[in-house]
């Protein structure tokens, strides 16, 4: 059974940091592409960011390029996503998903399995 758990969401100011976590298991982690999206109240859910297998491809969504990073460690079957200089936009639940195939992809319908989600919220 494939499960991917996220974590290290909460409540911070504006200009505050946070670091997401993705925890990988019933899958060979590093066998598929991963990306992070984000879902606000009332609004699609839209792409934030993604990385090919070996971590050698990123891509980011223009509104968080600068500020998001997303990283990778195969040995821990775990994908990360660092947010600095938060906003009050960048209010949402934030999903981690899998992709199988090795290119990185903005397109939800992309991804295989999801996770359920943290709550970042960002007041001003």
């Known amino acids: 059974q494939v499960q991917l758990v996220e974590s290290g969401g909460g409540l911070v100011q504006a200009g505050d940091s946070l670091r997401l976590s993705c925890a990988a298991s019933g899958l060979l982690f590093s066998g598929y592409a991963m990306g992070w999206f984000r879902q606000a109240p009332g609004k699609d859910r839209e792409f934030v960011a993604a990385i090919t297998r070996s971590g050698g491809s990123t891509k980011y969504a223009d509104s968080v390029k600068g500020r998001f990073t997303i990283s990778r460690d195969n040995a821990k079957n775990t994908v990360y996503l660092q947010l600095n200089s938060l906003k009050p936009e960048d209010t949402a639940v934030y999903y981690c998903?899998?992709?199988?195939?090795?290119?990185?992809?903005?397109?939800?319908?992309?991804?295989?399995?999801w996770g359920q989600g943290t709550q970042v919220t960002v007041s001003s």
């Open positions: 998903a899998a992709k199988l195939f090795d290119y990185v992809s903005l397109r939800p319908s992309d991804y295989s399995y």
